[in-house]
C-alpha cells in the first residue's frame, strides 16, 4: 500500500504512462513475487529467517554486503519521499520555503539516531500502522482526480508546457476528515483487510463530503488565486 501511495514520487520524471506502467509491473512482478519468493527458499535452505545469516551461510561475505548495500539503497529511496514529503507540507500549509537538501540532511540524522535508538525492535508493528495510515490517502487521491476530476483542466495545462501549476489548493478540510475516518475505520475495526478498509471508506468520505462542500471550497480555491493574482 506505502509503495502504491508513494509510486508517483518515484515515476515522476518517466517520459509517458507507458514507462510508469511497465516499471510498476516490473518493479511488482521481479521484485515483490520473484525475489520474496527466492528468499523463501533460501530461508527454507539455511533454516533461518535472519536475512544476514541467509546470505552469508548461502553467499559469503559478498552476498551480506549486497545485503548492506541494498538496504542503503532502500532506505535512499524512503529518504527521498520523507524529505519531499516533508517540504511540501511546509511549502503548501504553512508557506515555508526550506532548502531541500538541508532537510534531507535533517530528517537522515533523525532517522539514523532512532535506528540506533532501537526503534528497529518496533518495525513490524510499524508497518502494520503505516498500513492502515497511509491507504486513505490513495482512496483520496483516486476519487479526487479519476471520478471527481477537479483540478484535471489545471493538471493538463500545465503538463502540455512542461511545469507545475502556478496554484494549487493549500489544504482541504473534507480531505483531512475523509483521511480520519479511514484511518479510524481501519485501525478500530479487524474484519476483512484493514488497509483495504481504510482506503474505501476514505475515498467514499471524501466523494460524498465534496458533493457536499466541494462547491464552497472550490469558490473559496478560486478567490484566493484571484486575490494573489491581484
Known amino acids: 500500500m506505502v509503495g502504491a501511495i508513494l509510486a508517483p514520487d ?3 520524471y518517466c517520459r509517458n ?8 509491473l ?4 521481479v521484485g515483490e513475487i520473484g525475489i520474496n519468493l527466492i528468499a523463501v527458499l533460501m530461508a527454507h535452505a539455511v533454516n533461518s529467517s535472519d536475512v544476514v545469516t541467509i546470505a552469508l551461510q548461502t553467499s559469503g561475505w559478498l552476498g551480506a554486503a549486497t545485503v548492506v ?5 532502500i532506505n535512499d529511496i524512503n529518504l527521498y519521499s520523507a524529505s519531499l514529503g516533508f517540504t511540501n507540507i511546509l511549502d503548501s500549509v504553512f508557506g515555508k520555503h526550506v532548502n ?5 540532511l535533517i530528517v537522515g540524522v533523525i532517522g539514523t539516531v532512532l535506528s540506533v535508538m532501537g526503534i528497529l525492535d518496533q518495525f513490524v508493528n510499524f508497518l502494520i500502522f503505516l498500513g492502515i495510515w497511509v491507504p486513505p490517502i490513495g482512496g483520496i487521491m483516486v476519487v479526487d482526480y479519476f471520478i471527481l476530476k477537479r483540478s484535471r483542466q489545471l493538471l493538463d495545462e500545465s503538463r502540455a508546457q512542461g511545469a507545475l501549476p502556478e496554484s494549487c489548493e493549500a489544504w482541504n478540510p473534507v480531505s483531512i476528515v475523509a483521511w480520519a475516518l479511514g484511518f479510524g475505520i481501519g485501525y478500530l475495526f479487524d474484519w476483512g483487510i484493514p488497509s483495504l478498509n481504510s482506503l474505501i471508506v476514505a475515498g467514499i468520505s471524501y466523494y460524498v463530503g465534496m458533493r457536499l462542500f466541494g462547491a464552497t471550497l472550490d469558490q473559496k480555491w478560486k478567490s484566493v488565486n484571484m486575490d494573489q493574482a491581484g
Open 69 to 73: 548495500f541494498a538496504t542503503v539503497k
Open 10 to 12: 518515484m515515476t515522476r
Open 100 to 104: 531541500r537538501g538541508l532537510l534531507t
Open 17 to 24: 504512462g507507458k514507462d510508469v506502467l511497465w516499471s510498476t
Open 26 to 29: 516490473i518493479s511488482v512482478i
